[in-house]
């Protein structure tokens, strides 16, 4: 095996690299557009007095949400790849516990893969990508607070 550096092959690696990153990314967003709809649902159809708060919250939680489409949108368009149209199904439930329990879950699935997502943009070289990342992380981790603490899990 020569030990020569193949111009082609760096390229190749880093454009497969690059790839993965933008099928990650249109995954956060898909998530993006069902936390949307189902904070925009549930902000409105959670019921009883002891979840006023939390109702409030999780319609500030929807525009972080859009806010971080908005944001993961650009990245997918910046890298060049084409920003996903389609949402992951958004669960539902008529159980004002239930409803929370649900956002929580996919709050706790949705930073789970951002921390994935981070470490691929770091070893990417993409640096700019993963601090943008850590911002909408930090807000998820928030959102995930929010939740628990309307749970009584904290
Ligand atoms: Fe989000
Ligand atoms: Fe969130």
Redesign the pocket.
């Known amino acids: 095996m020569s030990t020569k550096t193949e111009p082609a092959d760096a390229e190749g690696a880093s454009s497969s690299m690059k790839d993965e990153i933008i099928r990650g990314l249109n995954e956060?967003l898909a998530?993006?557009y069902k936390?949307i709809i189902q904070y925009v649902v549930f902000s409105n159809t959670l019921k009883g007095a002891e979840y006023g708060d939390i109702a409030e919250q999780l319609k500030k939680?929807a525009s972080?949400?859009l806010?971080?489409?908005l944001e993961v949108a650009r990245q997918v368009d910046y890298l060049g790849g084409d920003p996903t149209m389609k949402g992951k199904e958004a669960e539902y439930s008529q159980d004002s516990k239930t409803m929370l329990e649900i956002d929580l879950r996919a709050?706790q699935e949705?930073i789970k893969n951002y921390r994935e997502r981070i470490r691929q943009a770091e070893r990417a070289g993409e640096f700019a990508l993963s601090e943008t990342l850590r911002d909408?992380i930090a807000?998820?981790q928030d959102?995930e607070i929010d939740l628990k603490d309307a749970l009584g899990l904290r």
């Open positions: 956060d998530r993006e936390a939680h972080q949400e806010a971080h489409a709050e949705t909408i807000e998820e959102h």
